[in-house]
């Protein structure tokens, strides 16, 4: 059974498929995604890259949970609880994990990942892996687990833009340009 957008919505909101919420109060889900879309567009960066970059590195984290190890330039921590979070798209609340892209993984984890290179550290849910790639999802602005997806790209080394350089009121006038 596909859901609706207003199911999904419903599920997102703060206190039904998560405590926090995917979503805040006000937040539409398809305003938030063509804006991400959008960013992404820009940087000329494809969910998927996103993804598999973060997951190689949420996968080396896993090897010793709980510890900070160094994979590549990064250092990874990844804490493993106990059961998973369900994705807000799944057929069954609550009984079924959600089968998009076939089995999910990293539902039970949160990372922090610093990149030595560059400086950058984040913090985020294993999930956001899932949430990008298979539903093109970086969480509403409201959510306390959104992950920027301009931040992430600047962490995983997929721009080549040093923190302290780039100018998000530039970069918000070249987005607003693009789509006048």
């Keep these: 059974m596909e859901l609706t957008i207003a199911e999904i919505e419903e599920r997102m909101l703060p206190g039904s498929?998560?405590?926090?919420?995917?979503?805040?109060?006000?937040?539409?889900?398809?305003?938030?995604?063509k804006k991400d879309t959008q960013t992404l567009e820009l940087l000329g960066i494809g969910y998927s890259n996103l993804a598999?970059?973060?997951?190689?590195?949420?996968?080396?984290?896993?090897?010793?949970?709980?510890?900070?190890?160094?994979?590549?330039?990064?250092?990874?921590?990844?804490?493993?609880?106990?059961?998973?979070?369900?994705?807000?798209?799944?057929?069954?609340?609550?009984?079924?994990?959600?089968?998009?892209?076939?089995?999910?993984?990293?539902?039970?984890?949160?990372?922090?990942i610093k990149n030595h290179k560059n400086g950058m550290e984040m913090s985020g849910p294993g999930m956001i892996v899932h949430l990008i790639r298979e539903h093109h999802f970086f969480e509403g602005e409201q959510s306390p687990y959104r992950i920027d997806p301009l931040k992430l790209a600047q962490l995983l080394d997929l721009i080549k833009v040093e923190p302290q350089q780039f100018n998000i009121r530039s970069f918000l006038k070249k987005i607003k340009n693009y789509f006048s």
């Design 52 to 112: 598999d970059a973060l997951e190689a590195i949420i996968k080396a984290g896993e090897a010793r949970p709980g510890w900070s190890i160094r994979y590549q330039h990064f250092s990874i921590k990844a804490i493993i609880y106990p059961g998973f979070q369900i994705c807000p798209w799944a057929d069954s609340s609550g009984n079924k994990q959600c089968t998009s892209g076939g089995v999910m993984r990293h539902a039970s984890v949160d990372w922090t």
């Design 17 to 33: 498929f998560s405590e926090k919420g995917f979503l805040g109060i006000g937040e539409h889900l398809e305003e938030v995604i």
